[in-house]
Structure formats: structure tokens, C-alpha cells
């Protein structure tokens, strides 16, 4: 659905902050920085090989936009070659999800490249959290076939114009950059000659398409590049990241050799390369929960490829518990407009209350419940139960100048679950 293409963190839509601190350093922007380049997935494509290209990233990979067209420029370069794609893209997340779907949604697929996208979507992360996620991605990647070639890139929203045209990547990018340094991973920065284009008065970085002659007129030869400030017009904003692929490309084919990756020592200790996706269906659930059919059920159907599992309940008291030895984890879930918010019960700690509804829920997204992020190295036993009172949802909702268009579809207290996330063993 392509309402889904357009959820954002909304941390990620600010401008840029200072608030991480003088200690932490900007990159030097550039748009390719090709390192140790892409040997061994060139090498296939110039012998007319099988090739999988990945797209891990958010909504704006999600769109038909530079995904798509960068498929098309690999199948048009490598005519030979079977190019074909593994697209991992969900609209409102981040790395912080993509570390730990990443063996579901893309390395079980056996890709030849993995492009990885989540410089917008991780824009209010701490660095240290970037660190963690991205190096996670990368080390999971290698571990699983050292032959993949991996390359960063990052796009842009309106906060991130003005560094960018300082000469300097925003805050989120510049976290990336050290894990690309010490892995001598290339990395695109696609929205570079856009900031160049804005500061020249050769493009209008938002803003609706012209409707009337008088609208053309005024827009005149200019590069109109998105409606929101975020997700680019197909035509001309992702016309603009493919062009950027397309002369980094020139850049990266030039050295290489074929080889395996090597993976140094980790850039930080407490990386999230251990990161797992455990079925819902290996905790206890109580009996009031129901495993969904994608033969018969809308959300299992459209949500399949996602989550191998999705299960429901509605029912106030209904609960799922289970045990892991870890200091992460979370659930990976659905919100939406029946949806409703959870108890979380940590050993003997106090209880607290987590919303599945927010003020996007006019209809359902893939989501994830954070239940923990700092547990210690023990076992530990965590318990999740539905409320029996729903969130403000006319309060949430208003807060985008939303209202229910149809209250009995908002009135509900469910929660769709499929999957354990946890950085940590599972204790059966």
C-alpha cells in the first residue's frame, strides 16, 4: 500500500541537532567514497552471472524510485547477466529493525549485493546506537557469505540540506562513515548534488507538482524534488539518486580484485552482529490467541513476506511470556487502527505500558514493541498483556489532523504479533 511509503520516524524530519555533543565529528562530504569497491559482484556481472541485488533500507527505498531504477541501470550495464532483486524495504524504520530482520528478509535470499539505506530513518539515533546497528548488518552479512559486497547509501531530508551544503554529511551519515572506514565499505551519498543544485536556486527541494500553465511557468527549468521534504518525485528527485549511483559507479569499477571480505576486529564491542528474529510461536501464549492465515486473512497475506507468523488477540488479560538471556529485546508487530497497548513485565520489576497506536494507525504498518535495551547478562523472564483501556486515539490521531473515519473500525483493543526480537540467546 503506498500509504506505507510515507511513515517516517519523525525524529528523522528535524533539523539537524547539536545535542550528541562538540566530541562527535562530521564527515567531509563527498559522494562516493569507494574504498575497497564492490570486486566480487562486478566481477559476476561482467562474467553474465546469476546476480541478487539487496535493498535493505525505509520508505524512500521502499518507493518506486531509486530501487527500481538502479535494478534497471545493473540489467542495462551487465546485459548478460541475470540481475535480479531481494527488495528488504520498510517505510518507518530503521537499522535498529534492520539488524535483526536482516537474516530473514535478505541473507537467506544468498545476495551478491547488499545496499543498505537508513541515513534518514536513523537521523535521531545516537551514534553509538548506529555503531552498533550498522556493524551488526555488516557482520551478520560476512559471517553468512564473505563474498557479498556491501555498499552504504544515504539519502536526504530538508533538515539535512544546509550540512550537507557546509560540506559536511549530517549527523546519522557521519556514524555510518566510521563503520564504512573500518570495513572499507563504499558508500554513496545520493542527495549530495541535490544540496548542490538547492544552493544554487536550480531546484526546489519541496513543494507540489504545477497543476496550471501559470504554475509551470513559474516553476520554470527548475528540478522540483519532493511533495514532503523527505520522499522524492520518481521523475526527478529519484532521477537525481540514480544519476548519483550511476557516476559513483564509474568510480567503484575502476580497482578491485575478487576475494572474501575479512572481518577486523569489531569498531565497538557491544555490536549487534548476535541479533535474532525467534518466532511468536515458541513463547507461551494464552489461549485467546489465534495464528493468522494468509490463505483467508488479509493483514497474514499482505504482512507474509515479513513475518512467517502473525497472530492476534484482542482480549484484555491475553498474554504472551517467554524467557532470554540477553540485554535486548522487543517484538516485532503491527499497529494499526484497532490495535491497542500492552503491559510489560520484566521479572520482578515494575510494570510499564507500551501504545500500539500512534498517530499514523489509520491503517496498518509493520512495527516493532521495545520491551528492554539495557538488560543485564542473566536469564529473565518477561511477560506481555493487553490492556484493557484503549490509548486516546482521538487525541493521537489529531495530532496529524487525522480523525476515525469510521469509529467502530478504531474500536478495539488487538494487538497482531510475529516474532521475538532479541540480542541474546533464547532460554526454552
Known amino acids: 500500500m503506498i500509504r506505507n511509503l510515507w511513515v517516517v520516524t519523525v525524529l528523522s524530519i528535524l533539523v539537524e541537532a547539536s545535542a550528541w555533543g562538540a566530541e562527535f565529528q562530521l564527515s567531509p562530504a563527498a559522494e562516493c567514497n569507494p574504498r575497497k569497491t564492490l ?5 559476476k556481472l561482467e562474467a553474465g552471472g546469476d546476480v541478487r541485488i539487496a535493498y535493505l533500507g525505509g520508505s524512500i ?19 548478460k547477466a541475470n540481475v535480479s532483486e531481494i527488495n528488504a524495504a520498510i517505510g518507518g524504520t530503521g537499522s535498529d529493525l534492520g539488524v535483526f530482520r536482516l537474516q530473514h528478509d535478505v541473507l537467506r535470499h544468498n545476495p551478491d549485493l547488499l545496499f543498505v539505506e537508513f541515513a534518514v530513518n536513523d537521523g535521531g539515533a545516537a551514534p553509538e546506537q548506529i555503531y552498533r546497528c550498522m556493524e551488526g548488518i555488516v557482520r551478520q552479512t560476512w559471517r553468512h557469505d564473505p563474498n557479498t559486497d556491501i555498499c552504504f547509501v544515504y539519502t536526504l531530508t530538508g533538515g539535512m540540506l544546509k550540512t550537507l551544503q557546509e560540506g559536511h554529511f549530517p549527523r546519522a551519515a557521519s556514524a555510518m562513515e566510521r563503520i564504512a572506514d573500518h570495513y572499507g565499505i563504499p558508500s ?17 527541494f519541496k513543494g507540489a507538482k504545477p497543476k496550471t500553465d501559470e504554475e509551470r511557468a513559474a516553476l520554470g527549468d527548475k528540478i522540483l524534488f519532493s511533495p514532503d521534504a523527505v520522499h522524492p ?6 532521477q537525481l539518486y540514480l544519476e548519483s549511483v550511476v557516476r559513483s559507479m564509474a568510480l567503484i569499477r575502476k580497482c578491485g580484485e575478487p576475494a572474501p571480505h575479512q572481518l577486523a576486529a569489531p569498531f565497538v564491542a557491544d555490536n549487534w552482529e548476535a541479533a535474532k528474529m525467534i518466532p511468536l510461536s515458541r513463547a507461551r501464549l ?5 495464528r493468522l492465515d494468509p490463505r483467508t486473512d488479509r493483514l497474514a497475506k499482505r504482512f507474509g513476506n515479513r513475518l512467517s507468523e502473525l497472530w492476534k488477540a484482542s482480549r484484555p488479560g491475553e498474554s504472551v511470556t517467554f524467557r532470554v538471556r540477553g540485554s535486548v529485546v522487543r517484538i516485532y508487530d503491527l499497529v494499526g487502527p484497532d490495535c491497542g497497548q500492552i503491559t510489560v513485565k ?3 520489576r515494575p510494570a510499564f505500558i507500551r501504545p500500539r497506536f500512534d498517530a499514523y494507525c489509520t491503517y496498518h504498518r509493520l512495527s516493532h514493541l521495545s520491551v528492554a535495551n539495557d538488560l543485564a547478562d542473566t536469564t529473565h523472564q518477561i511477560t506481555l498483556t493487553i490492556h484493557p483501556e484503549q490509548p486516546d486515539k482521538v487525541a493521537i490521531l489529531s495530532r496529524r489532523n487525522q480523525t476515525m473515519d469510521d469509529p467502530a473500525r478504531f474500536d478495539d483493543t488487538a494487538w497482531y504479533a510475529g516474532a521475538i ?7 526454552d
Open 61 to 79: 527505498t521502499a518507493q518506486p524510485g531509486w530501487r527500481p531504477k538502479t535494478l534497471a541501470w545493473f540489467r542495462d550495464q551487465f546485459p
Open 346 to 348: 520484566i521479572d520482578d
Open 421 to 427: 526480537l532479541i540480542l541474546g540467546d533464547w532460554v
Open 233 to 238: 518525485y520518481p521523475d526527478t528527485g529519484h
Open 188 to 204: 554513496i551519498h545520493m542527495g549530495l548534488q541535490v544540496a548542490r543544485l538547492e544552493a544554487q536556486g536550480r531546484l526546489i
Open 286 to 290: 494464552s489461549a485467546g490467541w489465534k
Open 39 to 43: 570486486p566480487n559482484v562486478l566481477s
